[in-house]
């Protein structure tokens, strides 16, 4: 069957903060402007919001830009923070440390950023902007001299094995004269415009943590709206980056979680029991005990900063958002550079579109963006995450002197290493032996994939797709244990054996995924690729 094909002056993809932003803000200056251009917003989760997951404590520093009428708007921003702690936990206690200033809270919001965004969708539909959730971008369209030209939906109707089914639909052309890509971290396109375009030459590769969150509702007495909680240390070893956060959000409810670098190296380590171990410290558990798990979910997130920041524009479009990276790490926020970031890439479009003579290349965006406080914000902390390779204390040591002695100004840029390159082989590394879930306040990774409310249509091809089949048995399980089955917050991956234990095969549970991409990340020999299942698959997340 031949595609349908529409028409818009802008694409973007993806209905996270970056890409409503922007399109909200083409459609302001259109609206300024007195030209009128056509917007539209694709989003492969079932709803906007579905698939959003974060901490969150936002910064409103770019929805003041974006809205400076935000409160009469009715912005989901309820909580204030009112006060912040930050924990050094040993096995039996807790001793408090002064607050980084990069983590101070005054003036901040403890927000559910799913909720943010579906406020955002309900401004950029009253502004003309067409939104289209359940559609996933999964192919890039280029012109015969190469330029993006926007993009195709995935078909319906495939069957398991890969043929059309009799409910089989096409997918859809979207053609744009500037496609925006913002489809959050570790996107399955712009991974292809990296190869494509060249864009990572030149940067330091891309780091990532894994970020795993349940929302709770807790008995009133144990409940104090606005305390804003973080952790570093146990569970995790001193060479292992990561910590904790407890949000107190309104309605007795509490949002708690746990990120892991992605370069961690013991491969019999599983973020997910890490998670569920820390809930049961004394100076944690008894935050929860009496309460109930309302839901969820797991996502990785971009670790890079400054120093991994791609170039970002190329003919037909730019990337904005976590698509490029714009995290701030110390400040454990992301969302506020962002949603700036696609406001910039929609003012750097809409000249390039509107102007006398068009532009195929964005390029004021990476200027105005290099002159925004965005560019300042990052470049200040650019230092801070590398050193924690050192370990702990090495890493809270310099990030002492970078803070107060260098104030973020230290005339020297730390290097990266990817991720998948930092596992030793099992052998050499210690085991380590996670306890039972009590059911109280630690849980199994089915019973929560459960409360986060996946689905995928099960006759479908997978979307977790191997380059080779024998890499899971021959490396992965002889070299490494077969990680995939530990650092899977989901319980995707499952090595399954004979009755007398012999002939392990590797299934992959497709239907259990969480989108999170750590597999796409962490596997040793980039073997797993992510790509978009069928539309509106995947979790359905509330309040998150």
């Not at 009428?69 to 006060?83: F, H, S, V, Y």
């Not at 979207?174 to 996107?187: D, P, S």
């Not at 820390?278 to 798990?293: D, L, N, V």
């Not at 986060?452 to 048995?473: A, K, M, W, Y």
Request: glycine residues 10%.
């Amino acid at each position: 069957m031949e595609r349908d094909s529409m028409e818009y002056d802008v694409v973007v993809v993806g209905a996270g903060p970056a890409g409503l932003s922007a399109a909200i803000r083409l459609r302001q200056l259109a609206e300024e402007s007195g030209k009128d251009i056509s917007v539209c917003v694709l989003e492969k989760g079932s709803e906007v919001g579905a698939h959003i997951l974060s901490g969150a404590v936002l910064e409103p520093r770019a929805l003041a830009e974006l809205f400076p009428d935000w409160k009469e708007r009715g912005a989901p921003l309820n909580t204030p923070a009112t006060e912040d702690r930050f924990l050094f936990l040993h096995r039996s206690g807790a001793v408090r440390l002064p607050t980084p200033p990069q983590m101070k809270n005054h003036g901040n919001f403890i927000i559910s950023l799913g909720n943010l965004c579906r406020w955002l969708a309900e401004q950029a539909e009253a502004a003309g902007v067409e939104i289209y959730p359940g559609f996933p971008a999964a192919e890039i369209l280029h012109g015969d001299d190469g330029r993006v030209t926007g993009i195709a939906t995935a078909p319906m109707g495939i069957g398991r094995d890969g043929e059309p089914t009799a409910n089989f639909q096409p997918g859809i052309e979207l053609h744009a004269r500037q496609t925006i890509f913002a489809e959050g971290c570790r996107g399955s396109l712009a991974k292809s415009l990296f190869s494509t375009f060249a864009l990572r030459d030149g940067v330091e590769p891309q780091t990532y943590g894994i970020g795993i969150k349940e929302l709770w509702e807790i008995d009133p007495a144990r409940h104090h709206p606005g305390r804003v909680v973080h952790t570093i240390g146990w569970p995790l070893d001193k060479s292992t980056y990561g910590g904790s956060f407890l949000y107190h959000l309104e309605d007795n409810q509490v949002a708690t979680g746990f990120v892991i670098g992605l370069d961690y190296d013991n491969p019999h380590l599983s973020p997910f029991e890490e998670f569920q171990r820390f809930k049961t410290h004394p100076a944690i558990r008894p935050t929860f005990e009496g309460g109930r798990r309302v839901s969820y979910g797991a996502r990785a997130i971009n670790e890079g900063g400054f120093q991994s920041i791609p170039k970002l524009t190329f003919p037909g479009g730019l990337l904005a958002g976590c698509s490029a990276g714009f995290l701030n790490v110390p400040k454990i926020k992301g969302t506020h550079t962002a949603m700036k970031s696609g406001m910039l890439a929609a003012e750097a479009v809409f000249s390039a579109i509107t102007g006398e003579d068009e532009v195929t290349e964005a390029v004021a965006y990476g200027e105005a963006l290099r002159s925004s406080w965005v560019w300042k914000e990052l470049r200040g902390v650019r230092n801070i995450r590398p050193a924690f390779r050192w370990g702990l204390w090495a890493g809270l040591a310099h990030a002492a002197i970078d803070t107060y002695l260098f104030r973020g100004r230290a005339p020297w840029t730390m290097r990266h290493h990817e991720d998948h390159t930092r596992l030793k082989e099992a052998s050499k590394a210690p085991r380590i032996n996670y306890p039972k879930p009590d059911g109280i306040v630690s849980f199994d990774r089915l019973s929560s994939v459960h409360i986060s409310n996946t689905n995928h249509e099960e006759n479908q091809p997978s979307h977790l797709t191997l380059g080779d089949d024998r890499v899971p048995i021959s490396v992965n399980l002889e070299r490494y244990d077969a990680p995939e089955q530990r650092y899977c917050p989901a319980g995707v991956y499952e090595i399954l054996r004979d009755a007398d234990g012999g002939n392990p095969t590797l299934q992959i549970n497709a239907q259990n995924c969480v989108h999170c991409k750590t597999c796409d990340i962490k596997d040793p020999t980039q073997n797993i690729n992510w790509v978009t299942p069928e539309g509106g698959g995947g979790p359905n997340y509330p309040n998150m």
